[in-house]
């Protein structure tokens, strides 16, 4: 079965970086995307950013392009969020997911997902 493990969570300081991993296991991941979802308190869960197994293109959310970096190695089967000049506003809940096709940026169509991990940005 399908399992999505994220890790790289912590508190830090406005301006400081992080690196959230997910590890995945249970199938190949080919022809899936790979994406990084957040929820912060009383608000729904929004994309981050998202890559393709295949081929390794990105997308992002507005309101991290430019601070934040998806990747993935497909030796570790393991997919990365590199989040630099975080802001307060960065604060939440970061969830690892996966669907088979295209980029969909709203969680519904996602099949599988992490636990989370969360992220806090102190200003």
């Known amino acids: 079965q399908v399992q999505l493990v994220e890790s790289g969570g912590g508190l830090v300081q406005a301006g400081d970086s992080l690196r959230l991993s997910c590890a995945a296991s249970?199938?190949?991941?080919?022809?899936?995307?790979m994406s990084w979802f957040r929820q912060a308190p009383g608000k729904e869960r929004e994309f981050v950013a998202a890559?393709?197994?295949?081929?390794?293109?990105?997308s992002y959310a507005d309101s991290v392009k430019g601070r934040f970096t998806i990747s993935r190695d497909g030796a570790k089967n393991t997919v990365y969020l590199q989040m630099n000049s975080l802001k307060p506003e960065d604060t939440a809940v970061y969830y690892c997911?996966?669907?088979?096709?295209?980029?969909?940026?709203?969680?519904?169509?996602?099949?599988?997902w992490g636990q989370g991990t969360q992220v806090t940005v102190s200003s």
């Open positions: 997911a996966a669907r088979l096709g295209m980029v969909v940026v709203t969680a519904a169509p996602y099949n599988y």
């Open positions: 249970g199938r190949t991941f080919r022809g899936y995307v």
């Open positions: 890559v393709m197994w295949s081929g390794g293109s990105t």
